[in-house]
């Protein structure tokens, strides 16, 4: 069979628009139909997602790029990128937003291999002597991974958890699901908040009931703070004014805020007890599956478990809403498997030109 594979770039999003929404199209019917697995083409994939990265960058000082195969005049993969050519690095698109990457392709056929192929030949042309590519956070379960591979890229295994929630009749059937001690320490909670006279409320924003500055301020601050633990940083004086800083700059520069404000499927939950923010959990739903990048908590809250107490009082709207999934996103933090989270293989590259 004769056919004309050919490769293009562009660095203005919207002239991809048409092809794009095509592209997305394909990938919700696929899924549907269960030839694609939506950890292959989520939210991060669709033309939306990107539009909004490409809107919150200042193509001063960073460039975007979006590579694109094409058979026979009409485009069946989009690989978009960030590119530093100070440092000479080549990056999938994310918006330094914790999620999966990869190419923008609803097909896993033959064809599919063939185009990241060609997609990749075209970008160490392009992109050489010295050049590196980090493509982190790809699905094992994709042909980009098996390409990168066969071109030499470095590999590192990592783990992203997702709750199967349609495997659930009720929050019920969910609890009983979970081992005995997740189980007792949900129990001692909820037992604890009513031994203790503790009101707790969760309460979810989106983009039409938007939250307010200082709301976003307080979830910020309480991140960073949590961060300092993550990363094994003492809690310092100094580094507590940093936090601050930086929780200023997310509220009002930050493109995950951006995002609560400009797109329907964002969604912020923050668990209050006693009127007081205890954990908080920022997510985007899409195509009944929902996407959670951030979470954090207050640890004065910690006889509550307000990590835990926060997933359940979501899960219990999760179920009702019949939705499918509830991605965790990256890391292997214990909470995740203890609240019945599946381990998705997932892959980090990098290849050096």
Not at 108 to 129: C, Q
Not at 188 to 212: E, Q, R
Not at 274 to 283: G, R
Request: one cysteine or more; a positive charge; aromatic letters at 14%.
């Amino acid at each position: 069979m004769n056919y004309t594979l050919s490769i293009s770039s562009t660095r203005n999003i919207y002239t991809l628009q048409k092809e794009w929404e095509r592209l997305d199209e394909i990938a919700v019917s696929a899924i549907k139909n269960g030839k694609l697995h939506y950890m292959n083409y989520t939210f991060y994939q669709t033309y939306e997602w990107n539009r909004f990265l490409y809107d919150s960058y200042n193509h001063l000082i960073i460039t975007t790029e979006y590579v694109s195969a094409s058979f026979d005049g009409e485009i069946k993969l989009i690989l978009p990128l960030k590119v530093d050519s100070y440092n000479k690095r080549l990056y999938i698109l994310t918006g330094d937003i914790a999620g999966i990457c990869n190419v923008v392709c609803p097909y896993v056929d033959e064809t599919a291999k063939e185009l990241i192929s060609a997609t990749i030949i075209f970008l160490k042309k392009k992109y050489k002597n010295g050049w590196e590519y980090r493509m982190h956070d790809i699905p094992l379960r994709s042909s980009l991974v098996e390409i990168l591979v066969q071109n030499g890229a470095y590999r590192i295994d990592r783990g992203s958890y997702h709750i199967p929630v349609d495997s659930f009749e009720s929050y019920d059937s969910y609890l009983y699901s979970l081992g005995k001690n997740i189980y007792k320490n949900i129990r001692k909670a909820y037992n604890h908040l009513s031994s203790d006279g503790i009101s707790i409320s969760l309460h979810c924003f989106t983009s039409v009931n938007p939250p307010s500055r200082n709301l976003l301020l307080t979830i910020w601050k309480l991140y960073f703070f949590r961060k300092l633990a993550w990363i094994k940083r003492s809690d310092t004086f100094m580094r507590r004014i940093v936090c601050r800083i930086k929780a200023f700059q997310q509220v009002f520069l930050g493109r995950q805020t951006k995002s609560m404000f400009q797109l329907l499927e964002s969604e912020l939950y923050v668990l209050k007890i006693n009127n007081k923010v205890s954990a908080f959990m920022h997510t985007y739903v899409h195509q009944n599956h929902v996407l959670m990048p951030k979470l954090a908590i207050d640890k004065t809250f910690s006889r509550y478990s307000p990590g835990i107490l926060l997933i359940q009082e979501a899960m219990k709207q999760f179920i009702e809403r019949g939705i499918t999934d509830f991605d965790l996103c990256r890391g292997d933090e214990r909470y995740k498997t203890e609240v019945g989270g599946v381990c998705e293989p997932i892959v980090r590259l990098t290849l050096t030109c």
